[in-house]
């Protein structure tokens, strides 16, 4: 019976290539100088920290601008609120989503239960989602349903098992 995989996944090397590109446009352009800018990438996360709400908002779009570049789709970032840090500055914390949490998986399993073609079931296996049907056009079609409906993260389709 022919399957598919419903990840959404980021390319943790194009994730660090885009932060460091960031900081180091941060520490040579002139808007940034004597501010004291950072972009460091934790675990699971980007730290944002400068010296005002307007500055944190040029220093979000740099990194965008790098991680658009990278091929790395913002959908994949959750901000966090900006608080304040030490000395009057500003800080910001950006995760990473990772994986299918059980609640998109649902949601995503309603959706093709809905629009899907018929024959087409799903499993939720941990972060992921297994899709299988009777035909393989069947699911070719409900990829595409997939691929045009904004579930709010970003899927990828692995594993194409005929």
């Known amino acids: 019976m022919p399957s ?5 996944e980021i390319d943790q090397q194009e994730v660090r290539n885009a932060v460091d590109q960031a900081a180091r446009e941060v520490s040579t352009r002139f808007d940034f100088k004597g501010t004291d800018s950072t972009v460091e990438l934790k675990e699971k996360t980007i ?19 790098k991680l658009v570049k990278r091929g790395v789709s913002l959908k994949a970032l959750s901000y966090g609120k900006a608080e304040e840090a030490s000395r009057g ?10 994986g299918i949490s059980t609640d998109k998986g649902k949601e995503i399993g309603k959706f093709l239960k ?33 691929k045009e409906h904004d579930f709010g993260i970003p899927l990828q389709f692995t594993n194409f098992r005929d």
């Open 4 to 8: 598919f995989d419903v990840v959404s």
């Open 114 to 146: 809905e629009q899907g073609p018929k024959g087409v079931t799903h499993q939720i296996q941990g972060d992921q989602l297994r899709v299988t049907g009777k035909k393989r056009d069947d699911l070719q079609a409900a990829i595409q349903s997939l």
């Open 47 to 65: 730290e944002l920290h400068t010296e005002s709400e307007g500055r944190l908002q040029a220093l979000v779009q740099v990194l965008e601008e």
């Open 89 to 98: 500055t500003v800080r910001q914390v950006v995760t990473l989503n990772v």
